[in-house]
C-alpha cells in the first residue's frame, strides 16, 4: 500500500510569483487536508477537500486554493508568494472527513 | 492565541527510562486528541489518540492521558528507546468540526540516549 506522496519535495521562489504544490493521497482516501508549518512551529490547517469540494478552511487569505481530482489527488495553489509563506507544506489523507489523518513528507518552499 | 501548547521544547531521558511528554489546550470544545511524531525530512506520523469520553488509551509502550478538568493530556513512553528520538506533536480537534481541522501544539523534541 502506497502511502501519501507529494511533489516536489523542495521547491525555490521570489516573492510575487505563484506556486502549485501536489499530493497524491493514500489508496482508498477520499479526504484530504492540507496543512503550512513555519519553522520551530507546529502544523497549521490551510483547509480540507471531501470528495472534490472544499470542506473547511482555516484563517489562511484567498490567495491559498485548493483543488481535488476525481482520483482524490490534490492540488494547493498559492498566488502572490510573500516571504511569511517559506515553510513546509504538508498534506495528510483520511479514509474520511472524519478519521484520522495520515501525513506525507511534505513540499519544503522558501520565497526569496 | 495558542489553543494547544506544549511548554517544554526539548526532553532528554536515558534509555529504558519513562519520557513524559505534556500538552495543555485551552479550547473546552476539543473532545479528540492525537498525538504524531516527526522525524527529520519525513512528515508527522500518527502515534495515539485519545477521545474526550475516556482518561486513558494504552498501545504497546506509548500511553496518552487525559486529564479534562485540567485541560491537560501527556503522553507517556515505557520503556524509551534511541528510535524514540524525534520531535512529538500534540493535536487536537472537535469531532464533526468542519474540516475536521487539527489543532496542533509546537511541538517537544525528545532525545532518548542511549
Known amino acids: 500500500e502506497t502511502g501519501v506522496t507529494q511533489s516536489p519535495t523542495h521547491l525555490i521562489k521570489t516573492r510575487g510569483q505563484q506556486v502549485t504544490l501536489r499530493c497524491s493521497s493514500q489508496?482508498?482516501?477520499?479526504?484530504v487536508s492540507w496543512y503550512q508549518q513555519a519553522l520551530g512551529q507546529g502544523p497549521q490547517f490551510i483547509f480540507q477537500?471531501?470528495?472534490?469540494?472544499?470542506?473547511g478552511r482555516g484563517n489562511f487569505p484567498p490567495r491559498f486554493s485548493g483543488l481535488q481530482f476525481p482520483n482524490y489527488s490534490s492540488e494547493l495553489n498559492v498566488n502572490a508568494l510573500e516571504l511569511d509563506d517559506s515553510a513546509l507544506y504538508l498534506c495528510?489523507?483520511?479514509?474520511?472527513?472524519?478519521?484520522?489523518?495520515?501525513f506525507g513528507p511534505g513540499t519544503r518552499l522558501l520565497v526569496l | 492565541d495558542q489553543q494547544v501548547k506544549q511548554n517544554s521544547p526539548s526532553l532528554s531521558v536515558q534509555e529504558g527510562r519513562i519520557s513524559i511528554l505534556n500538552c495543555d489546550y485551552t479550547?473546552?470544545?476539543?473532545?479528540?486528541f492525537l498525538w504524531y511524531k516527526k522525524y527529520p525530512a519525513e512528515g508527522p506520523t500518527f502515534l495515539i489518540s485519545?477521545?474526550?469520553?475516556?482518561d486513558k488509551n494504552e498501545d504497546g509502550r506509548f500511553t496518552v492521558f487525559l486529564n479534562k478538568s485540567a485541560k491537560h493530556l501527556s503522553l507517556h513512553i515505557v520503556p524509551s528507546q534511541p528510535g524514540d528520538s524525534a520531535v512529538y506533536f500534540c493535536?487536537?480537534?472537535?469531532?464533526?468540526?468542519?474540516?475536521?481541522?487539527?489543532?496542533f501544539g509546537g511541538g517537544t523534541r525528545l532525545m532518548v540516549k542511549p
Open positions: 495528510a489523507s483520511s479514509l474520511s472527513a472524519g478519521e484520522t489523518q495520515y
Open positions: 477537500y471531501y470528495r472534490e469540494e472544499e470542506n
Open positions: 493535536a487536537a480537534k472537535k469531532i464533526n468540526n468542519a474540516g475536521n481541522m487539527l489543532t
Open positions: 485519545i477521545s474526550s469520553i475516556k
Open positions: 489508496s482508498g482516501h477520499n479526504t
Open positions: 479550547n473546552s470544545m476539543f473532545d479528540y
